[in-house]
């Protein structure tokens, strides 16, 4: 595998392409959408394994590059209506807010790309402490994201 943004955008392709022929069933989409927050949660980790430890540049490069592919990789459209329930991997833990709340949604689906893309810019530098501060500021857009739209499990 030559690297983890050339497989995420070879499974975006495909589950745009079959998406296009059928439309997924309300189960597949909440997998989807909780392995792209998985692989979320992971390379947030390594970049804030980097920052607290010992600094590999081009780890977080891979790392906030892979964060910004997901970001920007149509996260929204695994938000379908009658997903707002249902099992994937596990039970979802998506509030039905977020269905009613589009405007909201966007604001924080825009927030989150918006930070993603800058972290992957501010990794290219190498700046441990610009880095650790763009890692907080991504974060921030995690958490009001799951304050508003998440339920705790």
């Known amino acids: 595998m030559k690297n983890t943004s050339s497989l995420l955008l070879a499974a975006a392709l495909l589950a745009s392409s079959a998406h296009a022929q059928q439309t997924p069933k309300p ?6 959408r ?3 927050y998985q692989v979320i949660g ?3 980790g390594r970049v804030k394994a980097n920052v607290d430890g010992v600094y590999n540049k081009d780890d977080v490069i891979r790392a906030a590059n892979t964060i ?4 920007n990789g149509g996260l ?3 938000f379908a209506a009658g997903t707002d329930s249902g099992k994937g991997w596990h039970d979802t833990s998506v ?3 977020l269905f009613s709340d589009a405007a909201g949604a966007a604001a924080a689906q ?6 993603a893309n800058e972290l992957a810019r501010v990794a290219q530098g190498g700046d441990v402490a610009a880095v650790k501060a763009q890692l907080a500021a991504l974060q921030k857009t ?3 994201c799951h304050d508003d739209y998440r339920n705790s499990n």
């Open 142 to 144: 995690c958490k009001a």
């Open 68 to 71: 910004a592919a997901v970001a």
């Open 110 to 115: 825009a927030a989150f790309g918006k930070e």
């Open 42 to 44: 992971w390379n947030t």
């Open 76 to 78: 929204p459209t695994l």
């Open 27 to 32: 189960e597949q989409l909440i997998k989807w």
């Open 34 to 36: 909780q392995s792209a």
């Open 95 to 97: 509030k039905a807010t």
